[in-house]
């Protein structure tokens, strides 16, 4: 089990930026794919983005692809999602991730808590 701690949610207007960053402590850490999801109010929770354990593949939901950045630093034990353009639809609880294996699919074992995002019109 990974414990993951996301911060970097916050209020924004539509067209601003954020950057969330994922910390995970422990060995394990870079033996995970890593990734976000968010969940919407009266919504499912939907794939947003991934990373290899390497950080030489990623992969991005249709919706924020070309908006949305996924990176990771390994030394620091870190995956970070950095969000240009934003829009009120993006508003929502952000999730990081870790899965065992790899993000095709990417289908994670373990959980942080959660960083609201909410984008203002």
């Known amino acids: 089990q990974v414990q993951l701690v996301e911060s970097g949610g916050g209020l924004v207007q539509a067209g601003g930026s954020l950057r969330l960053s994922c910390a995970a402590s422990?060995?394990?850490?870079?033996?995970?794919?890593k990734g976000w999801f968010r969940q919407a109010p009266g919504k499912e929770r939907e794939f947003v983005a991934a990373?290899?354990?390497?950080?030489?593949?990623?992969n991005y939901a249709d919706s924020v692809k070309g908006r949305f950045t996924i990176s990771r630093d390994n030394a620091k034990n870190t995956v970070a999602l950095q969000m240009n353009s934003l829009k009120p639809e993006d508003t929502a609880v952000y999730y990081c991730?870790?899965?065992?294996?790899?993000?095709?699919?990417?289908?994670?074992?373990?959980w942080g808590q959660g960083t609201q995002v909410t984008v203002s019109s």
């Open positions: 422990g060995r394990t850490f870079n033996s995970y794919a």
């Open positions: 990373i290899s354990r390497s950080g030489g593949s990623t």
């Open positions: 991730a870790a899965d065992p294996w790899g993000i095709t699919p990417f289908r994670p074992s373990s």
